[in-house]
């Protein structure tokens, strides 16, 4: 593909979007459209997006208000009427003069008032038609990144190869790919657009199932040492001795997973389930039947805080059995470490649990079978790899409770088998969440002082640790500091964030599950933690800014003893979406529906960790919305990868080639 010269300065703003090349220019899509079109003043409707062209009829008055915001009136004038013009934020308007010619694109609010949202000098037939938006963020303006969008494509004329063998092109019927190019980027009529999408689409989910479907054979041919062998009756006999008993789905996920265990292929599974729905215990079980067979298990969890976590539930949970549990993390000191490293390499280590510090380079373990990865989204495929290089026949399960519906995870997760607990344990105490538009505590203050006053605990969760370039956002020191003021000694306050020392943080930690603190100011390290059953308000500030899934496990925290949980999401925010996006998760606590709006509205990227993958991301498809895409080309991908040496495959040869070659597609 030939690359197009570009200046200094439009190379860096481009550069700031991510394009680096031609090609990265050519497959920056625009994230909507605008399609407008000409209708007479007389048709129009309140609050209806219209145009209209004419002659500038006053000189433009300026009006400020607030800080560093202003709006500038002026008239324009054509053979139908005279029209009030509003545009606000913009004060180079009020050089206009008196008889310029000028398009206005705008939001009619009747009267004749319109409030502007683009103008231009061209006439109004420029501006008709269907007009692609893309997310250029102020680098680069509209219409230089447009003309330089042409520029490659007219360059390029007879360079864009296709991917698709002609055999799918065919049967449904798509464009060749420089044409669907010229579709989506500039676009004519709405079927040709929607002909250019649709082979785009197809295209991207048709790589990723690809090089899906290759990791999954690569990993299932390699070797296995043994099938392992244990007493089913023993798996039993330790489940029954638990103080609950397991839900109907825990035991299947640990048939599903026993199967595995057993078989002559390596185990590649994901288990997923909404927070709270015992997958931690089903992995307990998995790890005891490979102790069972002669072999040791580890667990890598994201923190220490969690790893510490299940380490204490692990020891209570085989205390009177004969297994050696080592807990593996930076925290311990050099003669600690040297121990456990000692214990894991000579075998005597059965179980280890621990952080990153698992797959450091000093840490050998005598005969590893299984390997588990909780939440194992927050881990780079180069992380988990690293693990897996220290049992080169090992099992792997993966745990996620960002859990979604079981025929999208088949597709999204196509390298996976997939096991999936939708029941609970326990029935979960209720929950309320309450949208407060309003980023202050003072607007709740009465609701949580009562609480307080009934035993209750309370998590205060921010976004940053300490205030920084982004002035908006409330962070973690200003409104501990500001607590701590207002409530005088009334109720004990503390202070987490992840830039402390695991000792500090764990006695902050130990210290509210002690009841040492009421009221616990913390950024998203509570995420996962220590269960504090006493702990049953949380009140979160900029909740606009976290993701649904991470609102759903950050409100996971709380509730979890015999009370009913109260969570309040503060935010100032305006916007419709994001409003639209809470109140998500005001009405719902089912983490399915939540993981599946969170899909719908974000893509998999960084809800699933596919931004750390190594696998293509989605540029215009939507997992949800083009489902019946994605599983059409999920078949088509089984098909084309068993015939794989074919001509016409060529091309997905050397992507895949490619992929397994460039060590940069993973994100440590």
């Given at each position: 593909m030939k690359e197009i010269r570009l200046t200094p300065k439009r190379r860096e703003a481009l550069g700031q979007l991510g394009i680096n090349s031609t090609e990265d220019l050519l497959n920056y899509f625009p994230y909507r459209y605008e399609k407008l079109e000409f209708l007479d003043y007389h048709k129009w409707t309140v609050n209806s997006r219209v145009i209209v062209e004419g002659k500038v009829f006053s000189r433009p008055k300026m009006f400020r208000f607030g800080s560093r915001k202003s709006v500038l009136h002026f008239e324009l004038g054509n053979d139908q009427d005279v029209f009030r013009i509003s545009v606000f934020n913009q004060p180079w308007y009020k050089t206009l003069q008196i008889g310029d010619h000028l398009t206005v694109v705008g939001k009619y609010e009747g009267g004749n008032k319109i409030v502007a949202s683009q103008t231009t000098k061209d006439d109004m037939a420029s501006l008709l038609g269907i007009t692609p938006v893309y997310s250029i963020k102020d680098k680069i303006k509209p219409k230089t990144f447009r003309s330089l969008m042409q520029q490659a494509l007219e360059e390029n004329q007879g360079q864009i190869e296709e991917f698709l063998p002609v055999s799918l092109r065919?049967?449904?019927?798509?464009?060749?790919?420089?044409?669907?190019?010229?579709?989506?980027?500039?676009?004519?009529?709405?079927?040709?657009?929607?002909?250019?999408?649709?082979?785009?689409?197809?295209?991207?989910?048709?790589?990723?199932?690809?090089?899906?479907?290759?990791?999954?054979?690569?990993?299932?041919?390699?070797?296995?040492?043994?099938?392992?062998?244990?007493?089913?009756?023993?798996?039993?006999?330790?489940?029954?001795?638990?103080?609950?008993?397991?839900?109907?789905?825990?035991?299947?996920?640990?048939?599903?997973?026993?199967?595995?265990?057993?078989?002559?292929y390596r185990m590649a599974r994901l288990l997923q389930g909404d927070v709270g729905c015992g997958k931690t215990v089903v992995a307990f079980i998995a790890m005891y039947a490979v102790y069972l067979a002669g072999g040791q298990s580890?667990?890598?969890?994201?923190?220490?805080?969690?790893?510490?976590?299940?380490?204490?539930?692990?020891?209570?949970?085989?205390?009177?059995?004969?297994?050696?549990?080592?807990?593996?993390?930076?925290?311990?000191?050099?003669?600690?470490?040297?121990?456990?490293?000692?214990?894991?390499?000579?075998?005597?280590?059965?179980?280890?649990?621990?952080?990153?510090?698992?797959?450091?380079?000093?840490?050998?373990?005598?005969?590893?079978?299984?390997?588990?990865?909780?939440?194992?989204?927050?881990?780079?495929?180069?992380?988990?790899?690293?693990?897996?290089?220290?049992?080169?026949?090992?099992?792997m399960l993966l745990m996620s409770a960002t859990p979604i519906p079981r025929t999208l995870a088949t597709s999204l997760y196509g390298d996976l088998d997939v096991t999936t607990i939708t029941q609970t344990p326990n029935a979960s105490k209720k929950i309320t969440t309450t949208l407060i538009k309003k980023n202050s505590f003072m607007a709740i203050v009465k609701q949580i002082e009562k609480l307080l006053d009934e035993g209750n605990q309370m998590y205060v969760v921010c976004a940053a640790i300490e205030s920084g370039s982004d002035l908006t956002a409330r962070n973690v020191t200003d409104v501990y500091h500001n607590l701590r003021t207002y409530f005088d000694g009334r109720y004990k306050v503390g202070l987490l964030h992840g830039q402390m020392d695991e000792e500090h943080k764990d006695a902050v930690q130990e210290g509210f599950r002690n009841h040492e603190y009421d009221i616990l100011v913390a950024t998203t390290v509570i995420e996962v933690g220590v269960d504090v059953k006493d702990a049953n308000i949380m009140v979160i500030y900029d909740a606009n800014r976290f993701g649904l899934s991470q609102l759903h496990q950050l409100r996971g925290r709380i509730g979890r003893g015999e009370k009913e949980g109260y969570c309040y999401l503060l935010t100032d925010s305006r916007d419709e979406e994001a409003l639209k996006r809470l109140q998500v998760i005001v009405e719902n606590t089912d983490g399915f529906k939540i993981s599946y709006y969170d899909l719908k509205l974000r893509g998999p990227g960084d809800i699933l960790g596919y931004r750390q993958s190594g696998l293509p991301s989605f540029n215009l498809g939507n997992v949800v919305d083009d489902a019946a895409i994605m599983s059409a080309a999920r078949k088509d991908a089984q098909e084309i990868m068993a015939h794989l040496d074919e001509p016409e495959n060529e091309k997905i040869r050397k992507y895949l080639d490619g992929i397994n070659a460039n060590e940069s597609v993973y994100v440590d």
């Open positions: 065919s049967r449904y019927g798509f464009t060749d790919r420089y044409s669907a190019l010229w579709a989506v980027h500039f676009p004519t009529d709405e079927a040709s657009l929607q002909k250019g999408i649709d082979l785009l689409k197809y295209e991207e989910f048709f790589r990723f199932h690809c090089a899906m479907l290759q990791r999954r054979g690569a990993y299932r041919e390699s070797d296995k040492r043994f099938a392992k062998e244990f007493d089913a009756r023993k798996i039993r006999e330790f489940a029954d001795k638990l103080p609950f008993e397991l839900t109907d789905d825990q035991k299947s996920a640990v048939n599903d997973i026993i199967k595995d265990l057993r078989a002559s580890c667990m890598m969890a994201p923190t220490e805080i969690l790893a510490k976590q299940h380490y204490a539930n692990m020891v209570r949970m085989f205390a009177g059995y004969d297994v050696h549990i080592d807990l593996l993390y930076s925290g311990l000191s050099a003669r600690e470490k040297r121990a456990a490293l000692e214990r894991i390499a000579s075998g005597e280590t059965d179980f280890v649990i621990g952080t990153h510090a698992l797959f450091q380079n000093d840490v050998e373990f005598r005969n590893l079978e299984l390997i588990i990865t909780d939440e194992q989204h927050r881990f780079g495929v180069r992380q988990r790899q690293l693990l897996q290089d220290k049992g080169a026949y090992a099992d």
